[in-house]
């Protein structure tokens, strides 16, 4: 059996999907061990993993920020940070003592993926998204677009890449000619840097031709990978038609049966176990409803317009997950069928859902559909969450909603349909299906095992 080094981003919905792979092939008879520059040690302890932390990038950074006081100094101890962080071979030296067999990077950690590609270990990027490769008829990942049969829609879908395409450029620009256009010269190089001008020196001090082996083209920024194979914690079932780029390999959500909730405090815990109790006490059949905005980002506006909602309709329960964005004291007041926790224990939550709330992110989406829980999706136009609503639309899973519509009667339109569409709820029970199959296929891990029987480890180093 092979040793697996996965090198996970550090969001919450990234590491639980890298966590519940790690499950999967360790009872494949794998052996896995997680390398990241995020403290990432209690999650990965809690599921019975090693876990090595990298530290060089924060502990040069550290050493000349102490130093502002004297500017002359600073600015060549800037300098000299930004030369060390570039130039560490921390990744490759913990990659080489751990003599793995293969390397799982999420996609994101270019740091990590440009450093170890000198080693010549077989590597498979990780991402939570649906195809982000440009292909006919696909609109990219951050567009609202839903295939139809309306004549304008290949206008439409490639008007939104060049919207892409341009804004990567203006991007660029902006960074160019800000304050982080500066630091391109004296900002210690942090490993999840996504900024070019970093990943460039990074490539260059281990000879890693970024042109040959990267596509800036693509949507994700600031490049794609063109030689290394790509598994999407995704369903091909649950994405728009098309010919599925090569390099592209579904391997189904990685969603566990539970998982433990580390952080999930005391009072939270304490809180929603009395809501439960209560509830099915008292009335079991009033109909609850989940609504989280995640673990990276909140909107006071949103999550003001889903309470006047709730308080409209007292007939209804909601447990509203703020992910530790938002506190009690930023929200108005509360109605009495409204329980606000700091951090929700989602899995739980959706067990005993009857619809759902959500910004759109993949994991969250996913869980709801898993659950056999139809969403409204309101997406904050941000990353990948306008591609992800426009797909649970094309599906039936749900109903996409205007995230700029302030009105509670919108959303208490939506909740109310959700309710009650036989349709929709048709529709997530046969995508939970398919869910099901890929998990007790053990899709992903087979796709893990074909990579490294075929041994293959042509990085573009040369």
């Not at 580390?262 to 815990?269: E, I, K, M, Q, V």
């Not at 005993?352 to 969403?375: F, K, L, N, R, Y």
Request: hydrophobic content about 40%.
């Amino acid at each position: 059996m092979a040793h697996i080094v996965l090198i996970p981003y550090g969001l919450t919905s990234r590491l639980n999907t890298s966590l519940e792979l790690a499950n999967r092939l360790r009872r494949s008879g794998h052996t896995i061990t997680f390398v990241s520059h995020s403290d990432i040690g209690p999650d990965v302890v809690d599921h019975d993993h090693d876990f090595v932390r990298v530290v060089d990038d924060e502990r040069i950074g550290q050493s000349v920020r102490a130093a502002k006081a004297n500017p002359v100094g600073w600015i060549a101890g800037m300098r000299k940070a930004r030369k060390d962080t570039i130039n560490t071979d921390e990744f490759e030296r913990v990659i080489a003592r751990l003599h793995p067999d293969m390397l799982l990077i999420d996609i994101e950690m270019h740091y990590a993926t440009i450093a170890t590609a000198s080693l010549g270990i077989p590597t498979m990027l990780m991402m939570n998204w649906f195809s982000i490769y440009r292909s006919p008829g696909l609109p990219p990942h951050n567009s609202e677009l839903v295939p139809s049969a309306d004549p304008n829609l290949e206008l439409d879908i490639d008007r939104a890449w060049r919207r892409v395409r341009f804004g990567s450029y203006a991007a660029s620009v902006k960074h160019k000619l800000g304050r982080r256009g500066v630091g391109d010269f004296l900002r210690p190089v942090s490993y999840g840097t996504n900024y070019l001008a970093d990943l460039e020196q990074v490539a260059r001090s281990r000879g890693y031709d970024l042109d040959a082996n990267t596509d800036r083209r693509q949507w994700l920024r600031p490049f794609m990978y063109t030689r290394l194979p790509v598994l999407s914690f995704t369903a091909r079932e649950m994405d728009f038609p098309h010919d599925a780029h090569p390099n592209l390999h579904y391997g189904g959500p990685m969603i566990p049966a539970n998982r433990p909730e580390g952080r999930l405090d005391a009072n939270s815990r304490h809180q929603w176990e009395q809501f439960l109790e209560t509830r099915e006490r008292q009335a079991p059949d009033r109909p609850l409803v989940y609504c989280s905005l995640g673990s990276y980002w909140s909107d006071p506006r949103f999550l003001s317009t889903v309470i006047d909602t709730f308080r409209r309709r007292t007939e209804w329960d909601l447990v509203l997950g703020l992910g530790r964005q938002a506190t009690t004291e930023t929200l108005p007041r509360l109605p009495d069928n409204v329980l606000p926790l700091a951090w929700a224990p989602q899995l739980q939550v959706l067990a005993t859902a009857d619809c759902a709330i959500t910004h759109g992110g993949s994991s969250s989406v996913h869980e709801c559909v898993a659950s056999e829980v139809p969403v409204a999706v309101y997406p904050p136009r941000l990353l990948d969450q306008g591609g992800i609503a426009a797909r649970v639309e094309y599906h039936g899973l749900g109903v996409m909603g205007s995230f700029n519509g302030g009105r509670p009667e919108a959303l208490e339109g939506h909740i109310a349909r959700l309710l009650d569409d036989r349709d929709i709820r048709s529709n997530v029970h046969s995508m939970r299906l398919v869910f099901d199959r890929y998990r007790d296929n053990d899709i992903a891990v087979g796709l893990v095992e074909r990579q490294i029987a075929t041994g293959s480890a042509d990085r573009g180093v040369g």
